[in-house]
């Protein structure tokens, strides 16, 4: 790497960090007036023994499980990227650079998520034994190939672009890969809706009129603007219930999940949606976007220092490199990024508990989406810290009864 690549990199790191300061300073969800106390809360007032058992008999295997894949994949990405294996495989791909590094991204993505793959087909199997799973083997295995396939469209995209960067101006390639890794965050998180989601689901517009019309009440009082409620087809793939918000501007929406609507009470349904809804008050999609892209101009600013010792011309050869150092930057960032999540989480919360005046009903609402799912109520701290991006169900409640 060109050592003036190196300082400008620096600079633009260093712009990039004032602005995810300020974003915080703006987006973090301050409490007014300080935090409140909130009551304690121990699982074993919320569930029974044999549900505590049969949370416990599920949870710890596919924590294990998780962790498990996570570590292989980190692991052969790291053999990949940082000892030379994969930039001589790289090296041996034939036609144009572009095409290569086509090749050896979607290579080096698919040798990741086949070394996990036994390890995936045992948490599927186990949430299909436990009852969380609804779509079958053949729907795992559609979802596992349009995984891999959207993977690949996210990363080479990018690659393509850095890697001309880092040809056409070996100076000031960090500069055109910053500003590029703002734009492009953007315009992923803003044509996900319209573009990636319907791969996995598809959706139709909430037909329960007298819910749309309690839908739109919520919005009012929170002070939203909601064109529609969208219903995602979940049902033929799981039976844990979720809601969402997705994109910003317009094509912001909120999306709850068939199964939410099926025998579910009225209460608790509201109380789902009211909690989309606020996030949609606050924008936290949005802001959520802006961290990311600042934390993607900050990488880029940054990677001159991490290729240092990178003595080829940037093509096929610095792929794995570059998607390890991404793999690697993405889990070392997690704990803050899950941060800003969580207490954007606890923000919606405590606003939809406001808007709904039912704290009761939303405290109902945690405990049937804990049922549903067998989440550890109480995660162990360092995993939270790490891996939450929710409070966890213990907290969620504390907050419901802080409200009453």
């Known amino acids: 790497m060109d050592p003036a690549s190196r300082r400008t990199g620096l600079w633009v790191a260093g712009f990039a960090l004032v602005v995810v300061g ?25 569930f029974t023994a044999a549900e505590l058992r049969l949370f416990r008999d599920f949870y710890l295997m596919q924590r294990v499980l998780s962790l498990l894949s996570l ?32 090749t050896a ?46 993977s690949w469209l996210f990363a080479v995209l990018p690659l393509l672009l850095l890697i001309l960067a880092m040809r056409k101006l070996p100076r000031r390639w960090p500069l055109a ?53 969208l219903v995602a087809d979940a049902s033929r793939r799981t039976t844990t219930l979720n809601a969402y918000v997705s994109g910003f501007g317009n094509t912001r929406r909120v999306v709850v999940y068939d199964n939410l609507l099926d025998g579910v009470p009225r209460r608790e349904v509201l109380a ?31 990677l001159p220092q991490l290729l240092r010792g990178w003595r080829n011309e940037p093509d096929a050869r610095i792929v794995p490199r570059l998607l390890a150092l991404s793999m690697v930057a993405s889990l070392a960032l997690s704990p803050i990024q899950n941060a800003v999540s969580r207490a954007m989480e606890a923000r919606a919360d405590q606003d939809a508990i406001r808007a709904t005046s039912d704290p009761a009903g939303y405290e109902q609402m945690l405990l049937r989406l804990a049922r549903t799912s067998r989440s550890d109520p109480a995660p162990p701290w360092l995993l939270q810290v790490w891996f939450g991006t929710h409070p966890s169900i213990v907290e969620r409640i504390a907050i419901a009864r802080g409200a009453e």
């Open 105 to 150: 991204c979607f290579a080096f993505l698919a040798a990741t998520s086949l070394v996990v793959l036994p390890i995936g087909w045992w948490l599927q199997l186990r949430a299909t034994r436990a009852g969380l799973s609804a779509g079958g083997w053949r729907q795992w295995w559609l979802d596992q190939s349009l995984g891999l396939l959207t």
């Open 177 to 229: 890969a910053g500003g590029g890794a703002v734009v492009l965050v953007f315009l992923a998180s803003y044509f996900s809706p319209l573009l990636i989601e319907p791969i996995f689901n598809d959706f139709r517009p909430l037909r329960d009129q007298t819910l749309v019309a309690e839908v739109q009440d919520l919005a009012t009082s929170e002070q939203v603007a909601v064109s529609q409620v």
């Open 22 to 46: 300020g974003v915080l300073l703006f987006a973090w969800p301050w409490p007014g007036g300080g935090s409140p106390k909130l009551p304690r809360v121990i699982p074993e007032e919320l």
């Open 71 to 102: 570590a292989l994949s980190l692991s052969l990405a790291a053999v990949l990227g940082f000892t030379g294996l994969g930039a001589r495989w790289a090296s041996r791909l034939r036609g144009p650079w572009w095409q290569q590094v086509v």
């Open 272 to 302: 789902v949606v009211a909690h989309e809804l606020a996030h949609a008050k606050h924008s936290d999609q949005f802001w959520g976007t802006a961290l990311l892209a600042g934390g993607a101009a900050i990488a880029m600013g940054l």
